[in-house]
């Protein structure tokens, strides 16, 4: 009865190593797939039963619709007429107060994976909120205050990078943290479950 139960558990245990990592894959690519199909999705199904005067819903077709979305998009950007009205929207934008930031934060962060160019300078530790603990901050400018250069370090929030802090340091409190921008993002963006 003993060896019984052991086996038991033994196999128990090994399938459950198998079977855990399977479940969480595909629960999580469940959820991106219909967290993407349903930004559009739910609109598409109300544009079905008003054409078709009945409830219809078909799975990945806003999902696709996006896809398209995303591709006339970039299609129309890299187009003269394109050009220009993106660069009226990013006017716009940049002038209502809480989009301008969410907005401005959010295009450097994907410039950051596009082309690995941002107005970061270069990723950094800083002693914050105390003295003791270290925050990984981002070098955005030096000026100079009554006489004192200083340096700009935005210290994001995780895992959302487009909220945060921009504060002053001293040179000599701004330390190398060994990491390039990009991977300092991801850092970030991970939560701290990306580390180099």
Same mark, same amino acid.
Request: aromatic share 10%.
């Given at each position: 009865m003993e060896k019984m139960v052991r086996h038991l558990k033994g196999k128990f245990i090994t399938g459950l190593f198998v079977v855990v990592p399977l479940g969480i894959t595909i629960f999580i690519l469940k959820f991106l797939f219909n967290f993407a199909d349903g930004i559009l999705g739910s609109y598409l199904d109300s544009i079905f039963s008003v054409v078709i005067h009945k409830d219809y819903h078909v799975p990945g077709l806003g999902m696709l619709t996006g896809f398209v979305v995303i591709y006339t998009t970039g299609v129309l950007a890299t187009n003269v007429m394109g050009t220009r009205i993106i660069k009226w929207w990013d006017q716009l934008l940049s002038r209502i107060p809480l989009v301008k930031s969410i907005y401005n934060s959010s295009k450097q962060l994907t410039q950051v994976f596009k082309e690995g160019k941002t107005s970061y300078r270069r990723a950094v530790f800083v002693e914050w909120p105390r003295v003791g603990v270290r925050a990984i901050?981002?070098?955005?400018?030096?000026?100079?205050?009554?006489?004192?250069?200083?340096?700009?370090?935005?210290?994001?929030?995780?895992?959302?990078?487009? *909220?945060?802090?921009?504060? =002053? =340091?001293?040179? *000599?409190?701004?330390?190398?943290?060994?990491?390039?921008?990009?991977?300092?993002?991801?850092f970030v963006v991970s939560g701290g479950a990306v580390v180099h």
């Open positions: 901050g981002f070098v955005t400018g030096e000026v100079t205050r009554d006489g004192e250069p200083l340096v700009v370090v935005y210290i994001p929030t995780m895992p959302n990078p487009t *909220s945060g802090f921009a504060l =002053f =340091f001293r040179e *000599s409190d701004v330390h190398d943290c060994g990491l390039t921008v990009e991977e300092a993002v991801k």
